[in-house]
């Protein structure tokens, strides 16, 4: 147990107690760039939103008609790309994080 709280992000390490329900996720959003390839420094209006987030829990999955539980896809630690919008905003501890239905969830980075 210790070995796999080792493995996790630091940031995830704050949500072992936090377990979304269903099939929801709990993403903290990627910061947008600060500057361009080329070095120059973007104003915060210019920037976009970033649509990469790594996933800090995960619930249990979902049930099918016949009660049989779906397990999600993702998993604590993944990149995932997001969409431009939806997702419910939490705040914790002076941060925020969002949390998606796994429907939601656009793509996975490999790693």
Same mark, same amino acid.
């Given at each position: *147990? /210790?070995?796999?709280?080792? /493995? *996790?992000? @630091?940031?995830?390490?704050?949500?072992?107690?936090?377990? #979304?329900?269903?099939?929801?996720?709990?993403?903290?959003?990627?910061? #947008? #760039?600060?500057?361009? @390839?080329?070095?120059? =420094?973007?104003?915060? =209006? @210019?920037? /976009?939103?970033?649509?990469?987030?790594?996933?800090?829990?995960?619930?249990?999955?979902?049930?099918?008609? @016949?009660?049989?539980?779906?397990?999600?896809?993702?998993?604590?630690?993944?990149? =995932?790309?997001?969409?431009?919008?939806?997702?419910?905003? =939490?705040?914790?501890?002076?941060?925020?994080?969002?949390?998606?239905?796994?429907?939601?969830?656009?793509?996975?980075?490999?790693?």
């Amino acid at each position: *147990m /210790a070995a796999q709280a080792a /493995a *996790m992000p @630091k940031t995830a390490q704050k949500f072992k107690n936090i377990i #979304p329900l269903f099939n929801r996720i709990l993403v903290k959003r990627a910061e #947008p #760039p600060k500057e361009s @390839k080329g070095g120059i =420094v973007l104003p915060d =209006v @210019k920037s /976009a939103k970033c649509l990469k987030g790594t996933v800090l829990a995960v619930g249990p999955g979902t049930r099918n008609e @016949k009660g049989v539980l779906i397990p999600m896809t993702v998993k604590v630690g993944d990149e =995932v790309m997001l969409p431009d919008y939806g997702g419910t905003k =939490v705040e914790f501890e002076e941060q925020t994080y969002f949390l998606f239905r796994e429907s939601e969830i656009l793509a996975k980075y490999n790693e």
